[in-house]
């Protein structure tokens, strides 16, 4: 698969602070997706993207779908110490398989 | 959500035997499922397609005869680590998607640490 661009690699922020991360590629996909993993457990879907411009919200994390359909970025907003993970951008074709960012691991103090 | 389960979710073995991680999918039939090794701080490397009733697809530099995948049913799908050693200790997650929507829905994963 190919290796999507993902930056930050980590943030250490304080509580309440907004957050932003994005991933870049310079291969076209149909959709992205935003996964966030706890220590020991498997990614869990947080947003999916399905269309070029794209801007969803869930709750307070907002993610849009790059125009060009190369990048994506996830935002989150009044941090909480429970938004501690790693964060993982992860994009595909029209096939199965995902493309992963290597991560932002993502460190919230109160 | 759909549901993901594996099992067993942490397993320690020797250094030469051989260990089975199980996914099943819970609530929906699967009809591609993926494995994945997950190093320390590092991000999924995808090692294995599977569709039910058919051989899977390793990606490249995985060795078929050391991570054998079957996907029997449309819900379960094992990944056995064959004569296991220290170097494989890792976490492996499993995902598992059906035609429908084509969204993948994640394992909690496996952590094997191999003696």
């Known amino acids: 698969g190919q290796q999507l661009n993902q930056s930050p690699q980590s943030m250490f922020i304080q509580e309440g602070e907004d957050v932003s991360m994005n991933c870049t590629s310079s291969?076209?996909?149909?959709?992205w997706l935003w996964y966030k993993q706890d220590p020991g457990e498997g990614p869990v879907l947080l947003i999916a993207l399905y269309k070029a411009g794209e801007l969803t919200s869930n709750g307070r994390l907002t993610a849009q779908f790059g125009i060009t359909r190369k990048d994506s970025f996830l935002n989150i907003s009044a941090s909480i110490p429970s938004d501690v993970g790693i964060y993982f951008c992860?994009?595909?074709?029209?096939?199965?398989?995902?493309?992963f960012g290597k991560g932002t691991s993502l460190l919230v103090t109160p | 959500g759909a549901v993901v389960s594996q099992h067993p979710s942490r397993v320690i073995c020797k250094s030469g035997t051989s260990v089975k991680i199980e996914c099943r999918s819970l609530d929906f039939q699967a009809t591609t499922m993926f494995w994945y090794r997950q190093f320390p701080k590092q991000s999924l490397m995808l090692m294995a397609t599977s569709n039910e009733g058919s051989k899977a697809t390793y990606e490249q530099g995985v060795e078929k005869d050391k991570f054998l995948i079957n996907h029997a049913s449309l819900t379960l799908s094992t990944l056995t680590v064959t004569s296991a050693h220290p170097e494989d200790s890792s976490f492996y997650i499993c995902?598992?998607?059906?035609?429908?929507?084509?969204?993948?829905?994640f394992g909690e994963g496996s952590r094997l640490t191999v003696l």
């Open positions: 992860a994009a595909k074709d029209s096939g199965y398989a995902l493309n």
């Open positions: 995902s598992a998607t059906t035609r429908g929507t084509g969204e993948l829905f």
């Open positions: 291969s076209i996909f149909n959709t």
